[in-house]
């Protein structure tokens, strides 16, 4: 299978620990997105990267985030001290942005629940 | 965040009755995207759209780009039983480099 991968599909977490998620995407995209969506909610943009440039982060994204692309092929997002207020669906997308068009595929997603 | 204006928010049909949505933005866009997500799954893309007017089938999907560029509609023919998820659109603004998204319309299948 060539499409986006994530890693864990489930994440179970206590209040306050960290946790790290990977995303592979598609070999030859070199454009890579964060996404989180809440139940009943479309996917709504964290940030991205362009090889290993991040180049946009959203304010949806606090201090207790961080991602990175350190080699321009998979990501990694790390949440801080996690509160429930985490407890979503984070989604990874990747994109050939080539003559003006950036479709997007998505992977699977890791549901991360903070308890 | 922003998203799109996607209506209708659920649909109750029949198997074998053909389905519609729509989705509207006050912003214009220059892609339109309509993806279909399963439960606990990410969402798989149907339709792309790269220009206004465009009218693109896939199997028994039609989607249309709207001519102001402000809209877009996915028609499903004679829906079948897999049919059933939650549709999503999505518009991307190149100035923005990202997608935004609306809220789904969840197609229920009545036995």
């Known amino acids: 299978d060539t499409g986006v ?111 | 965040g922003q998203q799109l204006n996607q209506s209708p928010q659920s649909m109750f049909i029949q198997e074998g009755e053909d389905v519609s949505m729509n989705c509207t933005s006050s912003s214009i866009f220059n892609t339109w995207l309509w993806y279909k997500q399963d439960p606990g799954e990410g969402p798989v893309l149907l339709i792309a759209l790269y220009k206004a007017g465009e009218l693109t089938s896939n199997g028994r999907l039609t989607a249309q780009f709207g001519i102001t560029r402000k809209d877009s509609f996915l028609n499903i023919s004679a829906s079948i039983p897999s049919d059933v998820g939650i549709y999503f659109c999505a518009g991307l603004r190149y100035r923005d480099d990202k997608i935004i998204f609306g809220k789904g319309t969840r197609l229920h299948i009545l036995p």
Not at chain 1, 35 to 56: D, H, I, S, V
Not at chain 1, 67 to 80: C, D, H, M, N, V
Request: net charge positive; glycine share 8%; aromatic share 10%.
């Open chain 1, 5 to 115: 991968s994530q890693d864990p599909r489930h994440k179970i977490t206590k209040r306050g620990q960290n946790v790290t998620f990977r995303c592979d995407p598609i070999s030859e995209h070199n454009r890579l997105y964060w996404y989180r969506q809440t139940l009943g909610q479309g996917p709504e943009f964290l940030t991205y990267f362009q090889n290993e440039a991040q180049l946009e982060k959203s304010r949806l994204l606090s201090d207790r985030f961080s991602a990175e692309r350190p080699k321009g092929s998979f990501s990694t997002l790390e949440i801080q001290r996690t509160e429930q207020g985490d407890s979503a669906m984070y989604l990874c997308a990747s994109s050939l942005r080539a003559g003006g068009t950036d479709t997007q595929y998505f992977g699977p997603g890791t549901r991360l629940t903070v308890l």
